[in-house]
């Protein structure tokens, strides 16, 4: 444990990946004094630090769109603003499509995205494999392109908060499993940890995948559930374009951009492993291998290394939930980004000081809340890999 957890606070935030940590900058930069974060193991040790990096903004959700254009201005300006190199990439990101259905739903998405004066186009077939020549041409029929997206280091974004976040008062405790939340009279009274209480008005769940638990504990429900993801690495690509964007064919959900000398890949398991175990399972790699064949060209003599496993934290309509709980007062939100959290921090840390801050928000988020299930009037995010 890194310090001993303090017996009080204004606010409590669980979790301490880039949800959590940029909910506590920016509480502490607007003001408020007495500001805790408690994570079970080390910071980003959840979902962050296993998190491809990408960060864009097509999306077919104006909020997500919203969100994300929010974050994204945010990691431009990092570097000044928090000391801190995040390594950001500007090399766009590709969707690869494979049919005129496909097209046309990105088609409506691209339209919406310069609405919010994002540039993303639709190309065809010929230029999409100019953009990213390890795609095999058969079965693209077209994608869509925003140039200006990319990806950077979720490991660097964390490490950046955590420390604006310390010298503005923050107090950021390490290896301390949160146990418990205490409700009094319909409001929040504490948090209960493996090394003692910790009395509160004020708790924001950024939990990712143990979302669900957290609020159980406080007598809220929080559709989350957690999904195994493995992200590999290859060995150097002979001849790679330094400016191949971040790729996604759609349909397979087959990724990569570029790392170092080589890329960075991923796919869905070829059986969805539900579940908070992360554990690596090295046949996926043979999955992995076979996705690639289909869909890559000039890889043939390329190496495959298993990196890591992590966890999306997936909702029934795989958008986010960010808001404040009618159930019990003083029981924030923000969690079940379904792989997209990361990208989305910043924005979503804004957020979250105006909800604590009773300040209208920065992003009308009224409609991610998480009673939108019980009321049917769930929100689809179509564009998520």
Known sequence: MSEQPPVSADVVIIGGGV?????????AAAGVADVVVLERGDLGGGSTSKAAGGVRTAFSDEVNIDLAQRSLAAFERFGDEHDQDIDLHRSGYLFLLRDDAQLADFAVASRLQRRFGIDSQMIGAVEACRLSPLVNPVEVAGA???????????????????????????RIVTGCEVTGVDVESGRIAGVQTAHGAISTRTVVCSAGAWSRQVGRWAGVDLPVDALRRHVATTSPVAGLDPHTPFTVDFASSLYFHREGPGLLMGAPDADDVWG???????????????????????????????????????????????GQAEEVEGFVYATGFSGHGFLMGPGVGEVVRDLVTERPPVVDVTTLAATRFTAREARPERHIV
């Not at 992590?310 to 960010?322: C, F, K, Q, S």
Request: hydrophobic share 45%; aromatic share 8%.
């Open 19 to 27: 949800i959590g940590l940029s909910a506590a900058y920016h509480l």
């Open 144 to 170: 869509m392109w925003s140039p200006d997206d990319g990806h950077c280091s979720p490991e660097s974004v964390v490490l950046g908060y955590a420390r604006s976040a310390r010298r503005l008062g923050v």
């Open 276 to 322: 908070v175990d992360a554990a690596r399972d090295p046949s996926w790699l043979e999955h992995l291998a076979a996705v690639m064949q289909h869909r890559l060209v000039g890889l043939d003599e390329v190496g495959l290394r298993i990196g890591w496993a992590g966890l999306y934290e997936v909702t029934p309509d795989h958008n986010a939930l960010i």
